[in-house]
């Protein structure tokens, strides 16, 4: 056979794989979309659930979710983001630094399921915080930590040695180098490291199913000791519990369409920005 | 705080270890392990997670027959096919679909590919392995297509350049050249997937069917790890023995997913190592 003519075939199929791809992961989004539209409206957003959850909005819902995104976001981004300077700026390249690194890979590829179980045990058993936003917020928290710290290592790592350089040569400290140059410098970076995660939170279940989440509450969250409705979870409860299926499906829809755009929204943000600074970068 | 990270980790770990282990000294490791009946709230109940061990493998595999070639493929595509714009355009949108919600996965599993399977078969219901397998499988494959790209644009600009000067083409030099050089960074990519697939929660919750029963064939319900354990903490009473047993599950799934971890890891390392990539 021709080599040219096996080229051909080979080029084909791996036309056909992208293409598959991409009209699987097209058809889902087409479909929620297609079949969510209709749901959605100005009262859907800014209403609470009424009527045994088959009519009225999902307000309080979509609060669920910021709240608990928010909560994780500031425990993980202060957390993760020291993590991060102390690795590239003050460790030694060590056996230390390694076990940390791969610590961050292993705890960035536990199951989500496996972050519930861990945040019920601790927070909700063991501190007594409950199911609760608190208990919640804690343990997407440790779920986007491995994110942060190695979207910030990775920007950190960016930053060139030769303006660290001149910044000590002009006799400032380290820390001083830190805080005015390198932090800056990287932040860009770090910001899309901190966006992406919070795409992923917003979007995860798993993690709140026993920490946070309740099918309904009445009226919105009141203190972040308060079980909470949230969009992930809302989806799942609307399709598996409840006593009206078909009003339930409806409003599923709406909430995956939310879901999907608010995800999809945030995480084109930090891929838009990551792909400028690629660019910036060379 | 450096050690947030391997606090948290070794944290996991601990609690894994005290919340699960009394459940085998109760049952015994073994008869945990390899017991094949799991009815965790009978009188007397039976703890045997055989049946959901044996589910999470046939999904994860039936998954990985879908995101290898489709991921794998894909990368190749972008990597060698796709101009310099066709690939800036559809780099960043793969990776934004890797962004996309597992529940979300999951709900379009349950409203369209259940009942399209159902029919298609005849089945008495669509959520079956086969179902948590293909959802699965075009869930992981954005993931496997970005880890294997990444990989592809590793492999130097002058192993191309010398097969092509002996006089292959682009072909040749993609099956003979480029994928045998950038073959470890690709298993590490399906190792990945595996890993996600075997740990991801909602859409095979969703999409299972959820019948704990050793699986005979693709075409009916099944109850994985990941599904047992979310289904079934919400009703097991703190401190008994059920609570005991799912969190050993838990624990067993941390550990395959560990294991699959470090496999990456040493494989990516020895990856980078062989092309002269800094560790």
């Known amino acids: 056979m021709n080599k040219d003519f096996i080229q051909r075939i080979g080029f084909l199929l791996l ?268 | 705080m450096a050690f947030a990270s391997l606090f948290f980790l070794v944290g996991i770990m601990l609690v894994l270890f005290k919340e699960g282990t009394p459940i085998f000294k109760e049952v015994g490791f073994f008869q945990f392990i390899f017991g094949t009946k799991w009815y965790p709230t009978y009188e007397p109940p039976e703890f045997g997670i055989l049946p959901l061990i044996l589910a999470s493998l046939w999904v994860t595999f039936g998954a990985i027959l879908v995101c290898f070639p489709l991921g794998i493929g894909s990368a190749l595509y972008l990597n060698e096919i796709a101009g310099t714009s066709q690939r800036k355009f559809l780099k960043p949108l793969i990776e934004l679909l890797a962004s996309i919600p597992s529940v979300v996965y999951g709900f379009f599993g349950l409203v369209v590919v259940a009942p399209f399977l159902q029919r298609l078969f005849n089945l008495p219901t669509g959520l079956t392995a086969l179902t948590a397998s293909l959802i699965l499988g075009i869930m992981a494959t954005p993931a496997v297509c970005s880890i294997a790209e990444d990989a592809l644009s590793y492999v130097p600009r002058s192993f191309r350049e010398a097969s092509f000067a002996l006089g292959a083409n682009r072909w040749q030099t993609l099956t003979k050249v480029v994928i045998p050089a950038a073959g470890s960074g690709l298993s590490t990519a399906v190792i990945l997937g595996m890993g996600r697939a075997i740990g991801e929660t909602m859409t095979v919750l969703m999409v299972s069917g959820g019948a704990a029963v050793m699986p005979k064939t693709f075409l009916e319900p099944v109850r994985p790890m990941t599904s047992a354990i979310a289904a079934e903490m919400g009703e097991a009473p703190m401190g008994g023995s059920h609570y005991h047993a799912l969190f050993a599950i838990a624990l067993i799934l941390f550990l395959i997913t560990f294991i699959f971890n470090i496999i990456a890891e040493v494989i990516s390392r020895r990856f980078r190592i062989k092309l002269g990539l800094s560790g």
């Open chain 1, 15 to 282: 036309f056909v794989c992208i293409i598959t791809t991409l009209f699987f992961l097209g058809a889902i989004i087409y479909f929620i979309f297609v079949k969510g539209i209709s749901i959605i409206s100005w009262e859907f957003l800014t209403q609470s659930p009424h009527n045994a959850m088959t009519e009225g909005g999902i307000a309080p819902v979509i609060l669920g979710t910021l709240y608990l995104t928010l909560g994780a976001m500031i425990f993980a981004v202060p957390l993760g983001l020291a993590c991060a300077i102390y690795l590239c700026e003050y460790s030694p390249k060590s056996v230390v630094v390694n076990i940390i690194r791969v610590s961050i890979n292993n705890l960035s590829g536990v199951p989500s399921v496996v972050f519930g179980l861990f945040g019920l045990a601790v927070f909700v058993n063991f501190f007594n915080f409950k199911v609760s936003i608190l208990s919640g917020s804690l343990t997407l928290g440790i779920l986007a930590l491995p994110l942060i710290i190695s979207a910030s290592q990775e920007a950190l790592i960016a930053v060139p040695h030769s303006i660290r350089e001149a910044s000590l040569s002009l006799g400032a400290s380290r820390w001083q180098t830190i805080k005015r140059i390198v932090l800056p410098t990287a932040l860009p970076g770090i910001l899309t490291g901190i966006i992406l995660s919070v795409g992923r939170v917003a979007g995860e279940t798993a993690p709140i199913l026993f920490t946070a989440a309740a099918f309904y509450k009445k009226g919105y969250p009141k203190s972040i000791f308060s079980e909470v409705m949230a969009l992930p979870y809302h989806i799942y409860a609307l399709m598996t519990e409840g006593t009206h299926p078909d009003k339930q499906k409806a409003i599923a829809y709406g909430c995956s369409l939310v879901l999907l755009f608010l995800v999809l929204f945030i995480s084109g943000i930090a891929i838009y920005m990551r792909q400028r600074q690629r660019s910036y970068y060379g």
